[in-house]
């Protein structure tokens, strides 16, 4: 009687072993999901969610449509962008930002010094 009762232990921890096994390729799929493609794709977002948070007025933007131009004014969700020679302006949401090139203040202040 004793013996019937430790094997059916054993077998009872052998199955729930197999069981545990048999779904460690899916947890490991599961990790490697995670840290090759969730994971950098949060980061890629964030990273740009700050960039077009950082947008200050004169600022030149390149939209997700192509176009070019500089930040005249900003608002909450918006902003208004001048292109072309003719200084056309038009209201974007920030969301259309594709690259921001920061106006650097010192390069411009030592071309006109150089003058």
């Known amino acids: 009687m004793y013996n019937t009762l430790l094997t059916a232990t054993t077998a009872t921890e052998g199955s ?3 069981t545990i096994l ?5 947890l490991l799929m599961l990790v490697l999901f995670y840290f090759f493609l969730i994971r950098p794709q949060q980061k890629k977002e964030k990273k740009a969610t700050d ?3 950082s947008i200050e007025v004169g600022d030149g933007i390149t ?3 192509g176009i070019v131009g500089r930040v005249i004014s900003i608002k909450e969700d918006t902003f208004v962008l001048e292109t072309g020679a ?3 302006k038009m209201r ?4 259309a930002i594709q690259e921001v090139e920061k106006l ?4 411009a202040s030592d071309s006109t010094d150089a003058k």
């Open 63 to 65: 939209t997700i449509g």
């Open 22 to 26: 048999s779904f460690a390729p899916i």
């Open 16 to 18: 729930m072993l197999t």
């Open 86 to 88: 003719d200084r056309t």
């Open 92 to 95: 974007f949401k920030r969301w």
């Open 51 to 53: 960039m077009r948070n």
């Open 104 to 107: 650097n203040l010192d390069a």
